[in-house]
């Protein structure tokens, strides 16, 4: 057990729709990382936030949108959703706004029907 | 951009057997961490070894070492004694010192320990 919980375990959803994903980070860790992984495209990083803050973004798309809330959890929002979201979207968590081991959650499954 | 290239898609082996895993990585920079992770059939990504790149000295974690060839560019994962419980996907992956955290991961190499 990583420590990073992630809610809900799976999700099944029509295409159109729109899913909230969340996040709890390792107790004392500020950072909070989404990553996507699907068959075609493999892991891919999708944005990391770092106390409150967006600090990277990589491949996400404008239908997809994230925060981190005071308390530091964080939710990864996806709308207007297509087939191919079909998708395991990991949250991971560091300590540091620095490199560091990145402690994964087990995911969620998302299945857009 | 940095990449990375597991040549791997598939291994298979004996239980008991020691096996290697390859990953090579391409970037300009020369601060970066590399990591090994286990994703078994459960889906969790699992840490299994860190080597930091400023460092000569291969890494180990008990039954895993890496070897690490950082003017080839190369980071290659050894298995020795192999279990059952290390039937998984394997990824190396790539992380900046400074700059963009984030992990940036192969395609994965899917090992089967055959009892």
């Known amino acids: 057990d990583s420590g990073v919980t992630q809610t809900p375990k799976h999700l099944i959803t029509a295409t159109g729709q729109r899913v909230t994903l969340r996040c709890s980070p390792r107790?004392?860790?500020?950072?909070v990382y989404w990553y996507q992984q699907s068959l075609d495209q493999g892991l891919q990083f999708l944005i990391q936030y770092y106390n409150g803050e967006e600090r990277a973004k990589g491949n996400i798309l404008e239908r997809f949108s994230a925060q981190q809330f005071p308390d530091l959890h964080s939710e990864l929002n996806l709308s207007s959703l297509e087939l191919g979201d079909s998708a395991l979207y990991f949250c991971?968590?560091?300590?540091?706004?620095?490199?560091?081991?990145?402690?994964f959650g087990p995911g969620t499954r998302l299945t857009v029907t | 951009a940095q990449t990375v290239t597991q040549s791997q898609p598939e291994m298979s082996v004996q239980e008991a057997e020691t096996v290697t895993l390859s990953c090579t990585y391409d970037?300009?920079?020369?601060?970066?961490?590399l990591f090994w992770y286990k994703q078994p059939p459960s889906r969790q990504m699992i840490l299994v070894i860190r080597?930091?790149?400023?460092?000569?000295q291969n890494a180990t974690e008990n039954r895993f070492s890496v070897n690490f060839q950082k003017a080839a560019k190369s980071f290659s994962l050894k298995i020795s004694d192999s279990q059952l419980g290390d039937t998984a996907m394997y990824f190396c992956a790539f992380q900046l010192i400074q700059g963009a955290q984030k992990l940036v991961f192969g395609q994965g190499t899917r090992l089967t320990i055959n009892p």
């Open positions: 991971a968590s560091s300590p540091l706004d620095s490199s560091y081991e990145q402690y």
């Open positions: 107790s004392g860790d500020l950072s």
């Open positions: 970037t300009s920079e020369n601060n970066y961490y």
């Open positions: 080597q930091e790149a400023y460092k000569q």
